[in-house]
């Protein structure tokens, strides 16, 4: 049976819990659709050393929303 909620404290992506994407050091630009219909999300991008070390978050900008670009500031 199709269950409308659940809550569990596991993010997926694509089929993938906790996805994870190796990159090179450059600028990058992506698109995010949250599909959540009842819960708000925090998004951080963190960097992770060659033997697998935190290495802290990575600053990003948001320039656009659901309607259009922002503003320019």
Same mark, same amino acid.
Do not use: H
């Given at each position: 049976?199709?269950?409308? *909620?659940?809550?569990?404290?596991?993010?997926?992506?694509?089929?993938?819990?906790?996805?994870?994407?190796?990159?090179?050091?450059?600028? @990058?630009?992506?698109?995010?659709?949250?599909?959540?219909?009842?819960?708000?999300?925090?998004?951080?991008?963190?960097?992770?050393?060659?033997?697998?070390?935190?290495?802290? *978050?990575?600053?990003? @900008?948001?320039?656009?929303? *659901?309607?259009?670009?922002?503003?320019?500031?």
């Amino acid at each position: 049976m199709w269950n409308p *909620e659940a809550f569990f404290n596991i993010t997926v992506v694509n089929g993938v819990s906790w996805p994870t994407l190796e990159v090179e050091p450059d600028l @990058y630009r992506f698109r995010l659709l949250d599909g959540c219909n009842s819960r708000f999300l925090n998004l951080s991008l963190r960097a992770l050393g060659a033997n697998g070390q935190d290495l802290g *978050e990575v600053p990003f @900008y948001q320039i656009g929303a *659901e309607q259009s670009l922002l503003p320019k500031v």
